[in-house]
């Protein structure tokens, strides 16, 4: 098993110097960096067998048990049944999108469709292009700590409900939402239920089947793969749905929401990020190696995001948005306002100082414009990765104290 603290090594981006010290990674809500067996994944992946599926030869063959077992590895990855349960896309929004417009064709005119207020645009959007066909869209409202409004959910929530739409984290406010409760909310309205996973699944264990959704997204360029999107979806609840398909494609699942052709040298990548990720977990089989993993990197990052949150806390005019580090009901991704100084600026600044921070509503914009922040330019927000260290965390919070004097 290998040990976390000893990672950095793994990851050649590490080593990137700019302005005369390494590039302090921050960034990684907005995508991870690449172990070194993701990047020869890929590679080997087009030295060895580029092809395409289904066909009668040697790489085309080997092409679909990598895609088979890819599959199998996400599916150990999210605690799914089977391989059949994982969709591949090109990413989580045109996955979103490809499932509102399948759902769409089955809801009529007055249906409703909840969403949150708190929610990355992408599982918003595709819903609310629902609006088109006479869908009412509802939203649940947030409150200012950045958490869900769960007595709202409950007022909102009705017989005509037929889908709810829910992240399981903020990508903003590194909020973990009450997926457990949302989902008996809505499997007592007999509702459909769709889970945002793409900033949670870096930072701790999923189970499909604990949170009684039938459908969860999330990307592997979160968690230390390439850009990529997946889609899982409960046994039944992809099969009679109209997708978008040819009718020359594979009309079963997992491939009825999938079209065209796949990127198979991606996705080698983001088979070799689950087994990069299981490397740091022990057990007897994939999924409980992966389970003991996720475990050990949200206990790290809940270290190191505490660090950080504490030695931000204790500057003057800081504002941060979100829940503190009291309890395991965040992630690790600290979004923070200054009054007077735009988030453009710092981020400036900070990259100046080698350090990759992000500025403004990263598509959770309606959480942004909710905090009365948009017009001010959002906010800063800095997250952590499993390659971040204590180190990184001062060197960060000593750049911006200067900047701010
Ligand atoms: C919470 C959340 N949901 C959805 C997305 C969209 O993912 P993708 O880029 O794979 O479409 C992001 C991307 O940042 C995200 O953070």
């Known amino acids: 098993m290998k040990k976390l603290s000893e990672c950095r090594i793994d990851f050649p981006s590490l080593s990137r110097q700019y ?21 020869d994944a890929i590679s080997n992946y087009y030295k060895t067998c580029n092809a395409n599926t289904h066909g009668q030869f040697v790489t085309t063959n080997e092409t679909d048990d990598l895609m088979h077992g890819v599959r199998g590895k996400l599916a150990a990855f999210l605690g799914a049944e089977s391989a059949e349960t994982i969709s591949l896309g090109q990413n989580m929004t045109t996955l979103c999108f490809s499932l509102s417009r399948a759902i769409g064709r089955t809801l009529a005119a007055g249906d409703e469709v909840l969403i949150t207020a708190l929610d990355h645009e992408a599982n918003r959007g595709p819903w609310l292009s629902l609006e088109q066909l006479g869908i009412v869209v509802k939203e649940v409202a947030m409150l200012p700590n950045g958490v869900l409004d769960y007595d709202d959910f409950e007022q909102k929530i009705n017989d005509k409900t037929k889908l709810v739409a829910i992240g399981y984290a903020s990508n903003l406010t590194g909020t973990i939402n009450d997926i457990k409760k949302a989902s008996a909310l809505t499997e007592k309205v007999g509702a459909r239920l769709v889970v945002d996973a793409v900033h949670y699944a870096p930072h701790f264990p999923i189970d499909v089947n604990e949170l009684g959704c039938d459908f969860l997204l999330c990307s592997a360029y979160k968690f230390y793969g390439p850009h990529v999107g997946i889609l899982y979806s409960k046994p039944g609840a992809l099969e009679n749905l109209p997708t978008d398909r040819l009718s020359t494609q594979e009309q079963t699942i997992p491939y009825l929401i999938e079209t065209g052709t796949l990127n198979h040298a991606a996705f080698s990548g983001a088979g070799a990020a689950i087994d990069y990720l299981e490397s740091f977990g022990n057990g007897d089989n994939t999924r409980d190696r992966l389970i003991s993993a996720m475990t050990a990197i949200s206990d790290h990052e809940h270290v190191l995001g505490k660090r950080l949150y504490t030695k931000l806390s204790e500057i003057d005019g800081i504002d941060i948005r979100g829940l503190d580090f009291s309890e395991m009901n965040r992630t690790p991704t600290i979004s923070f306002y200054k009054e007077g100084i735009t988030a453009e600026e710092i981020c400036k600044q900070l990259g100046e100082n080698s350090i990759c921070g992000w500025d403004g509503h990263f598509y959770a914009k309606r959480a942004v414009e909710k905090m009365g922040l948009l017009d001010k330019g959002g906010v800063t927000r800095l997250g952590i990765s499993i390659y971040t260290t204590e180190e990184e965390i001062d060197y960060t919070v000593n750049v911006i104290k200067k900047f701010f004097r």
Not at 19 to 39: C, F, K, T
């Open 19 to 39: 302005n005369g010290r390494h590039l302090v990674y921050l960034d990684g809500p907005a995508g991870s960096q690449i172990p070194q067996s993701v990047i």
